[in-house]
Each structure stands twice: as structure tokens, then as C-alpha cells.
């Protein structure tokens, strides 16, 4: 049995930080008293000896760097990205920063503080980006998961939807009672579009699986994710996943003696039996793609959206439970979807009242899957409109 975990908070104040403590104060949420701002530059000795300055990155996170989760995998990639560009980096970073006014105040200071380039790595960052980005013109924004760009806003995200769907797999194929349990954030399209693509990848190797949700409405809140778990559990769901930033839904899965299926990280450190794989963002490269970019001067906006085909998407390693075939057939299907074979949202669809949402034969389109807000058949819980 892994006991709960609660997520480390650091509090340490880096001398000759240029943000004010005023600044500092206002920026939390429920879960975290306050938004911590981190310099890092281990090669700053060395930037000062060649004489040039390094360039600012800045990232802005929802929640707890910690050490599994949404916030923890780009943390990660901050790291790689640091590391593979040395002295020629210099990064910041603001952790438990709520979405809405608090992320603009943020996102404002590290612009007005000379932050060339800044991440902002949740959905609710979107228009608190766009409104300071007007302001700085000559600094570039990064957008995780928004749909809205500008001159010097770009946006990335991975194709998390081809995980969902071979974690699905794993589900429907490891489930005894063919009832699965979700712990979701919100009902926005990114959420909604996992909903459907794990329910699919469950229901192409098992028919009779049907797909349980609970909605907490937070990002992250360890216990409330965990408390969902439970309930999930006590209404028969023997194979759980979840959609927020904690091991919570793993913890609750590794006492109760069920299986979990991890999102964002590996998070198989909080269920050594339960944890049967996850769902991985890899941000790495592309951190690192788009900071050399802004050092060559060539930046670009875009929507990028990666996936398998360009290892921006990983799946964990499996868990000793999962048999050989099972392994093979989600190996399958993965090589399948990087090959262009095989697509988690394939017609026919119908939505789960029976209204016909994708013809035979067809891919639902990006632009359909990003603004997606309907469940499909077999999914029981309300979808909040």
C-alpha cells in the first residue's frame, strides 16, 4: 500500500530577483498559499565571462512543480531545455499561479522584467496571455492547450487523445466487471476529447466496457481527486485514470486494491501494483526547439500539436500485470497511429443519444476534435454544458 503524498512546496528566495514581494502576494489558489517565483541559471558565471546575456525564459504553472503531474512535466522540460542550452538560457519559473487575474499580474511582471520568451502551461492563461502580449510586442508567448494566437503568441500542446486511446486499451482489456472510472477536471474540449478517445480505445478490444465520470472541477486538489477515486470504486469501477495534476486517483486505486492508469507522468512511484502505465508528455524538445528559435531570431507563431509520430507523447513503462498480449496489442496499434493507420476518433460515430457525429469512414477533423463537447455511447456522468 503507498501511504498519500502531499507535493513538496520549496521555499527558497533567490537574491537578486527582480520581482517584488507585492507582486508575489497576490498570486494564489486554494491548495497552495503562494505563487513562488525560481531563477535558475547554472551557467550564469559562465554567460558573464563570454559577455553575453543570456536569454530570459519565463513559464508560468498552475500548479506544484512536485514530482508527478501536468505542472511536474514541464518542470521537467524547463530542466531539459536549461541543460541542453547551457549558458545561452536563463530561466524563471512561478508555480501555483490561479488562472484568471492573478496569471495576468504574473505574466505581466516577468514580461516587464525582461523575460524574452514566456510559457504559460494552462488553459486558463489563454486571454491573460494575449492581454499582456499587446503590451510587449517584441517578447514571445508560448500557450499551452489555447486555441487563440497572435503575432507574438504561439501555441503547443500534444496529441494526448492517441494516449487516451491506447491507455483505453489497456483498460478494457485488464477490467473483470467492465467498468472503468474517470476523475475529470472540467468540461472543456481537451478534457472531453480524452473522455472519448480512452472510452474508444477501451470499447475497439472490449464491447461491453462502459466508462464512469466524476467531475471535481479543480486542476489539482490531491484529495477531492482522491475522495472521486473512491467513489468510483465503491460504485464498481475496477480500472481508474483521471485527468488533474496529482497522484491522488493512483493512490486511492493502489489501497483499495484496484488498477489505475496514470496522465501527464509516470506516476507508477504511487502505485507500485496499481499503476498499469500512462499517458507522458514529453515537452522537452519543443522547449528547447522554440528558445533556440528566439536566439536565431526566427521565431515564428504557430499551433503546434504533436503527438506519437514525433515523440512529443510517451507512454510509461507497463506495469509487471499487464500480459504479453496485451503489450502487443497496444504496441499494435501504437505503431498503427504513427503510421497513419489507425485514428482514435474513426467513423462512424455517434454521440451517446445516437445522433450520428462522424460518417463511415472518416477522421473527425482537428478543428471538430478541438472544439469537442459531446460524449460518445457508453460513457455514464453529465457533461456540464
Same mark, same amino acid.
Given at each position: 500500500?503507498?501511504?498519500?503524498?502531499?507535493?513538496? +512546496?520549496?521555499?527558497?528566495?533567490?537574491?537578486?530577483?527582480?520581482?517584488?514581494?507585492?507582486?508575489?502576494?497576490?498570486?494564489?489558489?486554494?491548495?497552495?498559499?503562494?505563487?513562488?517565483?525560481?531563477?535558475?541559471?547554472?551557467?550564469?558565471?559562465? /554567460?558573464?565571462?563570454?559577455?553575453?546575456?543570456?536569454?530570459?525564459?519565463?513559464?508560468?504553472?498552475?500548479?506544484?512543480?512536485?514530482?508527478?503531474? &501536468?505542472?511536474?512535466?514541464?518542470?521537467?522540460?524547463?530542466?531539459?531545455?536549461?541543460?541542453?542550452?547551457?549558458?545561452?538560457?536563463?530561466?524563471?519559473?512561478?508555480?501555483?499561479?490561479?488562472?484568471?487575474?492573478?496569471?495576468?499580474?504574473?505574466?505581466?511582471?516577468?514580461?516587464?522584467?525582461?523575460?524574452?520568451?514566456?510559457?504559460?502551461?494552462?488553459?486558463?492563461?489563454?486571454?491573460?496571455?494575449?492581454?499582456?502580449?499587446?503590451?510587449?510586442?517584441?517578447?514571445?508567448?508560448?500557450?499551452?492547450?489555447?486555441?487563440?494566437?497572435?503575432?507574438?503568441?504561439?501555441?503547443?500542446?500534444?496529441?494526448?487523445?492517441?494516449?487516451?486511446?491506447?491507455?483505453?486499451?489497456?483498460?478494457?482489456?485488464?477490467?473483470?466487471?467492465?467498468?472503468?472510472?474517470?476523475?475529470?477536471?472540467?468540461? +472543456?474540449?481537451?478534457?472531453?476529447?480524452?473522455?472519448?478517445?480512452?472510452?474508444?480505445?477501451?470499447?475497439?478490444?472490449?464491447?461491453?466496457?462502459?466508462? =464512469?465520470?466524476? &467531475?471535481?472541477?479543480?486542476?489539482?486538489?490531491?484529495?477531492?481527486?482522491?475522495?472521486?477515486?473512491?467513489?468510483?470504486?465503491?460504485?464498481?469501477?475496477?480500472?481508474?485514470?483521471?485527468?488533474?495534476?496529482?497522484?491522488?486517483?493512483?493512490?486511492?486505486?493502489?489501497?483499495?486494491?484496484?488498477?489505475? +492508469?496514470?496522465?501527464?507522468?509516470?506516476?507508477?512511484?504511487?502505485?507500485?501494483?496499481?499503476?498499469?502505465? $500512462?499517458?507522458?508528455?514529453? &515537452?522537452?524538445?519543443?522547449?528547447?526547439? =522554440?528558445?533556440?528559435?528566439?536566439?536565431?531570431?526566427? &521565431?515564428?507563431?504557430?499551433?503546434?500539436?504533436?503527438?506519437?509520430?514525433?515523440?512529443?507523447?510517451?507512454?510509461?513503462?507497463?506495469?509487471? /500485470?499487464?500480459?504479453?498480449?496485451?503489450?502487443?496489442?497496444?504496441? /499494435?496499434?501504437?505503431? $498503427?497511429?504513427?503510421?497513419?493507420?489507425?485514428?482514435?476518433?474513426?467513423?462512424?460515430?455517434?454521440?451517446?443519444?445516437?445522433?450520428?457525429?462522424?460518417?463511415?469512414?472518416?477522421?473527425?477533423?482537428?478543428?471538430?476534435?478541438?472544439?469537442?463537447?459531446?460524449?460518445?455511447?457508453?460513457?455514464?456522468?453529465?457533461?456540464?454544458?
Amino acid at each position: 500500500m503507498h501511504a498519500k503524498r502531499t507535493f513538496p +512546496i520549496a521555499r527558497l528566495a533567490l537574491a537578486g530577483l527582480a520581482l517584488t514581494t507585492a507582486f508575489l502576494s497576490g498570486c494564489s489558489k486554494p491548495e497552495v498559499d503562494t505563487a513562488e517565483v525560481k531563477t535558475e541559471s547554472p551557467q550564469e558565471s559562465v /554567460a558573464s565571462v563570454t559577455g553575453q546575456e543570456p536569454l530570459k525564459v519565463g513559464f508560468v504553472y498552475v500548479g506544484p512543480t512536485g514530482d508527478a503531474g &501536468w505542472t511536474y512535466s514541464h518542470d521537467k522540460a524547463r530542466q531539459f531545455m536549461q541543460a541542453e542550452l547551457g549558458d545561452k538560457v536563463k530561466t524563471t519559473y512561478v508555480e501555483s499561479v490561479a488562472e484568471g487575474a492573478d496569471s495576468e499580474r504574473v505574466i505581466n511582471q516577468l514580461a516587464k522584467s525582461g523575460h524574452q520568451l514566456i510559457f504559460t502551461t494552462s488553459f486558463g492563461y489563454m486571454n491573460p496571455t494575449l492581454k499582456v502580449a499587446k503590451r510587449y510586442p517584441d517578447v514571445k508567448f508560448e500557450h499551452s492547450t489555447g486555441y487563440k494566437r497572435a503575432d507574438n503568441v504561439g501555441t503547443y500542446f500534444d496529441r494526448a487523445y492517441e494516449g487516451r486511446y491506447l491507455t483505453g486499451m489497456v483498460a478494457g482489456l485488464m477490467t473483470k466487471n467492465d467498468t472503468l472510472g474517470y476523475v475529470a477536471s472540467f468540461p +472543456i474540449p481537451e478534457v472531453v476529447r480524452g473522455i472519448n478517445a480512452f472510452t474508444l480505445g477501451a470499447q475497439a478490444v472490449n464491447p461491453d466496457v462502459k466508462v =464512469k465520470v466524476v &467531475w471535481v472541477s479543480t486542476w489539482y486538489d490531491p484529495g477531492k481527486e482522491r475522495e472521486a477515486a473512491e467513489t468510483m470504486i465503491l460504485q464498481g469501477a475496477d480500472v481508474l485514470t483521471q485527468h488533474t495534476d496529482s497522484p491522488g486517483v493512483i493512490n486511492a486505486a493502489e489501497a483499495q486494491g484496484v488498477y489505475a +492508469i496514470g496522465y501527464h507522468s509516470d506516476m507508477s512511484e504511487y502505485g507500485k501494483t496499481a499503476h498499469l502505465t $500512462a499517458t507522458v508528455h514529453n &515537452w522537452g524538445p519543443l522547449y528547447t526547439r =522554440k528558445a533556440q528559435a528566439v536566439l536565431d531570431g526566427d &521565431w515564428e507563431s504557430e499551433a503546434f500539436w504533436g503527438g506519437f509520430a514525433d515523440e512529443t507523447l510517451s507512454l510509461a513503462p507497463f506495469n509487471d /500485470a499487464v500480459p504479453e498480449d496485451v503489450r502487443s496489442r497496444v504496441e /499494435a496499434a501504437k505503431a $498503427a497511429l504513427i503510421a497513419g493507420e489507425l485514428h482514435p476518433f474513426h467513423g462512424p460515430l455517434n454521440d451517446r443519444s445516437g445522433v450520428e457525429k462522424l460518417a463511415a469512414g472518416s477522421n473527425l477533423s482537428d478543428e471538430d476534435m478541438l472544439g469537442m463537447n459531446w460524449f460518445v455511447a457508453g460513457i455514464e456522468g453529465e457533461l456540464p454544458q
